[in-house]
């Protein structure tokens, strides 16, 4: 466990911003695919650019990381892409039947809006579901599920749902958020 | 005549990508519903890229394809999920939804229920507040 930020609120913005902007020029030399000093010098225009012109508010981090309990997240997630892409191959191919589907509330424990939109970006890309609405103030996702039966599928549903906030919690969640989920 | 076995996977990928983006499209045409085809949108068509992607990296064999891949993977990962979002919600604001198929509606009763209790709905609490 590691990454606990220290220092006053300026010093941690500037080196935020550092970090972005550093990213933001690793990002076009990567897109661009050659790494000389004339690519250096219009990366760092663009990146200085964006940020003025689209500033973004702040993320805030959560201050705690697990690289084990990401990496499980991450091969995890890896898995699941593949198994949602096939299973909704697999639907739009079957030719018997009409998928019905649901609308389902979860409520998260999450406070933090960085969790909250992993555990939406997560759960879009898996097995089936999708966001559809998110309240922001209740940390509550209303996602719409394809291929639901029945009211055991919807539970399986929410279930998932609040799994994959817990594993993310235990990847990247304040420890506060994580005992609260553990609960 | 030796195989060149990363060129074969290549091929095995490309094929695999072409089915995945042809199941997609397949979707999109066959769902009931504007959200249903969001999710045909988002999901095979994602894996496909992947596949796409991988091929190209093998056939290419340069680290730099590499290096221009992964944020092409990663950006479309982030993005894909916000814009079936936006439609998918647009989607359900407009009333393009099959109610028939759906076996439940958990944001129409909240919905209701914020209209009795006469809060602000969820749906308008959407994170644009700050």
Known sequence: MSGVRHG???????????????????LWLLLWGSFTPIDVLAGITVALLATRVFELPPVQLTGRLHVGHLLLYLIRFAGEVVAGSVQVAALALDPRRTPRA???????????????????????????????????????LFLHALGVQDGEDVRRIRHHALDTEYRLLRAIGSRAELRKASR | MPVDWSELLAAILLLLGAVLALSAGIGVLRFPDALSRMHAATKPQNLGL???????????SSWITLLAVLPVIALQLITTPMAAHMLGRAGY?????????????????????????GESPGRRASGRDR
Request: net charge positive; charged share 25%.
């Open chain 1, 8 to 26: 006053d609120g300026s010093r941690r913005g500037a080196a935020h911003q550092l970090l972005l902007l550093g990213g933001l020029v690793l």
């Open chain 1, 102 to 140: 649901a609308i389902v509330e979860v409520r998260l424990t999450t406070k933090s809006d960085l969790i909250l939109t992993l555990v939406a970006v997560t759960l879009s890309l898996v097995p089936g579901s999708l966001v559809l609405e998110v309240d922001r103030q209740r940390s509550t």
């Open chain 2, 50 to 60: 992947i596949a796409m992607l991988a091929a190209l990296v093998l056939a290419s």
């Open chain 2, 93 to 117: 604001r407009v009333g393009s939804v099959r109610q028939d198929l759906l076996i439940r509606d958990e944001l129409e009763d909240d919905i209701r229920r914020a209209q009795r209790t």
